[in-house]
């Protein structure tokens, strides 16, 4: 028997208009090259974002072509949010800090017809023009008067672009299923890979950031959105936010700058954040430094890597600042597991609560989990068998857009094999070891890199930490620890082989330490293990 309730699509534009209905006099505070504090309200960026579909259409745009953006967080980024995939089209967001090559690929590969680019970032997009083969207009986003200089080809001001258009739009029905936006994963070997989003997919995964202990943002709170709207959407923040009427704070370009984001949290009143955990590093620090507080912080989502424990612990103690551990990607959109601390957990003893909240947490609603072997086998969930983490769901990748080659990880059927490693308690919660590229293999056995580095970030004098595998004659791998000492402070070797002894299993000890100033990030901010490991590939460790 059938039930009897309506079969309404779940689109995107339900969300804007129920957004511009209930919570239209909502603030949206942008940091832009032609303003530093640009204040809107949703409904005018809704009015706008009408014009922008009319001037799209006038541009050619139709249903289902790619509209790309090389853009950082701001008002105008959620206007093309908006715009371009309630109108049936695909926002395509481009990582304006990817290699220039791999830019070109997927301009390319996506077939963008127009370009929208933040001004700061016209020099890169104008350097690549001429490799560009779908591309018919490129539009700055900015006004007439901060229009960047571009030498191969004309460029279109946004508000001149939109100018024209009315703003009135009938935004039209169509299937649920219809693509809404493409996001590229930066891969480590290969090309990047189209993850393409649809309509049900965003509005399902939008259901899963409003839960409590997820993003979980209300209608009395702010939040600074330090997390890209290149990096999967943002979380789903530009969705989550309106429907709810949150408060929205974005730092445009200068989302890794630890003295603007520490500024707007106490000037705008931001009380809560997400970003990965290099951006909380920068900002504590300053923190640490200006001897502010983070007030009125009272929530911060940390994932796209493992949070160390150190995060956590400062921003409770100084800030008086709960970290949500959780975990995704971006074939993920990018939501997996949060980590959600149970009933009781403030009496747990402080080591217990600590051993919780470094774990990935409990998958959300919505996503189903299992751990398999190298052939596939199911392992079981015993918190101590680590496997490969398959995924499946309603907001998950099914196949790459268009991809060069057959995708090992959908190869088993309904499944997508994510490339982390990790054990699964019986409840589900997840701890994950490593990327399975990033794991270290001394002796046929497997070291977590996580866990060293989460530990070694606890000692007192160290600011960032990472551990990769490097060749040895006798174990394979050994690992070697890297680390960047935290401002003024200089631990010697010793120090920190000695901070781990007792802490972590005696064979997993590092063979050899490494001072840096800095370590290299990847595109989306994180610690990059890929190119640790090309810098360091004739390391020659003291036990070799
Ligand atoms: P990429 O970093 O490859 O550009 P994603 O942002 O999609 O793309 O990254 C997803 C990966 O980030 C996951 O597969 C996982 O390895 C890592 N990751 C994300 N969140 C966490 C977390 N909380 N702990 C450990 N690793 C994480």
């Not at 409003?210 to 209608?219: A, E, N, P, V």
């Not at 949070?307 to 100084?318: D, G, H, V």
């Not at 101590?384 to 959908?410: F, L």
């Amino acid at each position: 028997m059938k039930g009897l309730m309506m079969d309404t699509p779940l689109l995107i534009k339900d969300i804007m208009q129920h957004a511009a209905r209930c919570h239209g006099s909502t603030e949206v505070v942008s940091v832009t090259v032609d303003n530093p504090r640009h204040r809107t309200t949703l409904a005018e960026i809704f009015r706008r974002a009408r014009k922008l579909a009319n001037a799209l259409q006038a541009a050619g745009i139709r249903r289902g072509d790619r509209v790309g953006t090389v853009a950082w967080n701001d008002y105008r980024h959620l206007e093309l949010y908006y715009a371009v995939s309630c109108m049936g089209a695909v926002l395509h967001t481009i990582n304006p800090r990817l290699f220039p090559e791999q830019v070109s690929y997927i301009v390319n590969h996506a077939e963008d017809r127009l370009l929208f680019v933040d001004p700061l970032v016209m020099p890169l997009i104008d350097a690549l023009r001429p490799q560009f083969g779908t591309v018919e207009r490129v539009i700055a986003m900015c006004d007439e008067a901060h229009l960047p200089q571009a030498a191969n080809g004309p460029v279109t001001d946004y508000e001149s672009f939109i100018a024209a258009g009315e703003d009135q739009f009938d935004w039209p029905d169509f299937d649920e299923h219809t693509a809404s936006s493409l996001c590229y994963t930066s891969g480590t070997t290969g090309h990047p890979k189209g993850v393409l989003f649809s309509h049900r997919s965003t509005v399902l995964h939008n259901y899963a950031a409003l839960i409590g202990d997820s993003i979980g943002c209300t209608r009395r709170d702010t939040i600074l959105m330090v997390v890209p709207m290149f990096h999967v959407n943002a979380w789903g923040i530009p969705y989550a936010g309106p429907s709810v009427g949150t408060r929205l704070v974005m730092p445009g370009p200068k989302m890794g700058d630890g003295a603007t984001l520490a500024t707007l949290i106490t000037e705008e009143g931001c009380t809560l954040a997400a970003g990965v955990p290099t951006v909380w590093q920068a900002l504590l620090a300053h923190a640490r430094a200006a001897k502010i507080k983070l007030s009125p912080l009272r929530r911060v989502s940390v994932g796209g890597s493992a949070c160390p424990l150190s995060i956590m612990t400062e921003f409770r103690e100084r800030h008086d600042v709960e970290v949500l551990h959780a975990w995704g990607m971006t074939e993920m959109s990018p939501i997996g597991t949060l980590n959600s601390p149970p009933r009781g957990f403030e009496d747990w003893p402080r080591e217990q609560q600590d051993a919780l909240r470094v774990r990935q947490g409990q998958p959300v609603l919505g996503v189903q989990m299992k751990i398999v072997d190298d052939q596939g086998n199911e392992l079981p969930l015993d918190g101590r068998t680590s496997g490969i983490v398959k995924v499946r769901g309603p907001w998950i990748c099914g196949s790459y857009y268009r991809p060069d080659e057959p995708s090992e990880a959908h190869a088993e059927q309904g499944w997508f094999a994510t490339g982390d490693v990790a054990t699964l308690e019986p409840d589900g919660t997840m701890t994950i070891t490593d990327r399975a590229k990033d794991v270290i293999k001394s002796g046929g056995e497997w070291i977590s890199s996580i866990d060293l580095e989460n530990t070694v970030c606890g000692h007192p004098q160290v600011m960032q930490a990472a551990v990769i595998g490097v060749r040895h004659p006798k174990w394979d791998e050994r690992p070697l620890l890297i680390v960047v000492p935290q401002p003024g402070e200089s631990p010697t070797r010793e120090d920190l082989l000695g901070w781990l002894g007792g802490k972590v299993a005696k064979w997993w000890i590092p063979d050899d330490v490494v001072f840096a100033d800095k370590l290299p990030l990847t595109a989306t901010g994180k610690i990059s293990k890929l190119q640790l490991r090309q810098q360091y590939a004739g390391y020659v460790l003291p036990t070799a």
